[in-house]
C-alpha cells in the first residue's frame, strides 16, 4: 500500500523493521516468560502507529471512492448540485452510505472483503450496524443486511454529540440542549454567586453546551428564545427561589 501510494522502497523496508522487531514478555506470578514475536500490530505507544493508520484509513477510502466512480455504488447528496458523498471517517468510527439495494451491498462487501485481505484488518460485523430510511420496504432491508452479514439496526439517537435523525420537528429534536443547560444552571441557584462567578459560568459553561449543535444545524427561534430566558433567569436572580423581573 505504502509503494503504491508512492513511497520509496528503502522507506517502506524501514517502517516494516519498525514492525517486525517488536518483542514482548509477559508477567506471569512475578516471572518473566520468554520473548515473542506478535504476528501484527505496533508496540503500545509507538510513534509511527498513528501515520501508519492514517495509510491504512487512505487505502480504504481509495476503494469506496474507485467504486463510485465505475457506477458500483452510489452515495447521496444534500441537494442536487452538491457533491456525491459515499464515506465518512471520524476518530474510531466509518459510516458507509450507499443505496439500499442488493447490488450495492454486494459491492460494499467486495469493498470490504478486498481491505480485509489486503490490510489483514477483520471488520467487527458484531460491531456495526446499518440504518435504513424509513421508507426502505422490509424485504429489501432482509436482503441488505444477509449480503453484509450485519442483523443489527441499534443506532443511538446521538452519534458524536449530535442528533442521527431530525425530524419534522427540530424544536422537539434540540430539546437536549435546554434539558443539560436546565441540568447545570438550577444547580447553580442553590448556592450565592457573586455577579462575576455567574458572568463565567454563563459564558463558559452556560452558552458553550448548544455552540457546538449550533455549528453544525440551525436551531429554530423558539428555541433560541427559551435558551436565552434561561439565562436570563439565571443572571438577573439574586438568590434560590428569586426571580425579579428584568
Known amino acids: 500500500m505504502m509503494c ?33 514475536c506478535p504476528s501484527r500490530g505496533l508496540r503500545q505507544g509507538d510513534l509511527v502507529s498513528p501515520y501508519l493508520f492514517v495509510l491504512c484509513a487512505e487505502g480504504l477510502s481509495a476503494l469506496p471512492h474507485d467504486a463510485e466512480q465505475r457506477g458500483n455504488i452510489s452515495g447521496i447528496k444534500v441537494c442536487p448540485r ?10 474510531d468510527d466509518s459510516m458507509l452510505l450507499i443505496k439500499a439495494n442488493q447490488q450495492e451491498a454486494e459491492a460494499l462487501h467486495e469493498i470490504l472483503q478486498l481491505y480485509e ?11 456495526s450496524a446499518l440504518m435504513f430510511s424509513p421508507n426502505t420496504e422490509v424485504g429489501v432491508r432482509t436482503a441488505v443486511k444477509n449480503t453484509l452479514n450485519i442483523t443489527s439496526e441499534d443506532w443511538s439517537e446521538n452519534y458524536l454529540g449530535l442528533p ?15 434539558k443539560n443547560m436546565c441540568g447545570r444552571v438550577y444547580g447553580w441557584q442553590e448556592k450565592l454567586l457573586a455577579k462575576e462567578s455567574k458572568e463565567v459560568l454563563v459564558k463558559g459553561v452556560a452558552q458553550a453546551i448548544p455552540t457546538f449543535a449550533m455549528s453544525c444545524f440551525d436551531l429554530t427561534k423558539t428555541s433560541c428564545t427559551e435558551l436565552n430566558a434561561l439565562l436570563g433567569r439565571f443572571w438577573w436572580s439574586q438568590q434560590d427561589k428569586q426571580n425579579p423581573m428584568h
Open 82 to 91: 452538491a457533491p456525491c458523498v459515499s464515506h465518512l471517517f471520524f476518530a
Open 164 to 178: 442521527v435523525h431530525v425530524g419534522r420537528s427540530r424544536r422537539k429534536t434540540f430539546a437536549y440542549l435546554k
Open 4 to 36: 503504491r501510494l508512492g513511497f520509496r522502497r528503502e522507506w517502506v523496508d524501514l517502517i516494516m523493521k519498525c514492525v517486525r522487531s517488536v518483542r514482548y514478555q509477559i508477567k506471569v506470578n512475578g516471572d518473566l516468560t520468554q520473548q515473542f
Open 117 to 127: 485481505n489486503c490490510s489483514g484488518q477483520c471488520i467487527n460485523v458484531e460491531k
